[in-house]
Every structure is written in structure tokens, then in C-alpha cells.
């Protein structure tokens, strides 16, 4: 998420809190996963990516009602395939998620 962060890839960052929130609920830090949702629903906001808020928003109401772990998986575990459009041009890349290992 490091590498999101630093070059302002709102994508990145949101899909990164949504994994992190899953890994947090998993481990029993509720709180902490809520934040990381909370989070991840802003950035979602931002870069008007309607179906990721949706998945966030689930994702928060059923951590909310201790229901997070019966849900699926997100979507776009495993390789992620996009682009990164920067002032030298755009910087085509595809990597692994580490939530494609669980």
C-alpha cells in the first residue's frame, strides 16, 4: 500500500484497506477493521468507483452486525491488472495480491 500511497493511486489504496480490514476482522480487531473500511469508503468516493463502494459498504455493515467473516472474499483478489497514469506517461503493471494466498 506503501507504493499506492506515495504515488496517489486512489485504486490501490482503497482495494489495499479492504484487504487489510478482511485480515483485521479475521484476527478479531473489529475496530480496526472498521477503520480500515472507513477509510477505504472515502478513497472509493474519490475516485467514483461505485461497485468497490458498494463492496466496502457491505463489507463495513457486516462486520457492524459480526457477520464479516461469512461473506466472500473480495473480487479482485489475486492478480490485479491496471495502470498508473503519471507525468512521463502511463506505467502499465500486474502483480499478485497477497490476499490471493489466505
Known amino acids: ?7 496517489g493511486y486512489g485504486s490501490g489504496i482503497a482495494h489495499d484497506l479492504i484487504a487489510l480490514s478482511t485480515l483485521s476482522a479475521q484476527r478479531d480487531e473489529a475496530a480496526t477493521a472498521c477503520e480500515y473500511l472507513q477509510e477505504a469508503i472515502t478513497w472509493l468516493r ?14 463495513l455493515q457486516a462486520l457492524k452486525k459480526g457477520t464479516l467473516e461469512a461473506l466472500d ?25 497477497p490476499m490471493a494466498h489466505r
Do not use: N
Open 46 to 59: 474519490l475516485i467514483e468507483d461505485q461497485a468497490g463502494l458498494d463492496e466496502a459498504q457491505a463489507r
Open 1 to 7: 500500500m506503501r507504493i499506492s500511497r506515495e504515488i
Open 73 to 97: 472474499p473480495p473480487a479482485e483478489m489475486g492478480w490485479v491488472k491496471d495502470h498508473v497514469t503519471l507525468t512521463e506517461g502511463k506505467v502499465y503493471c500486474e502483480f499478485e495480491s
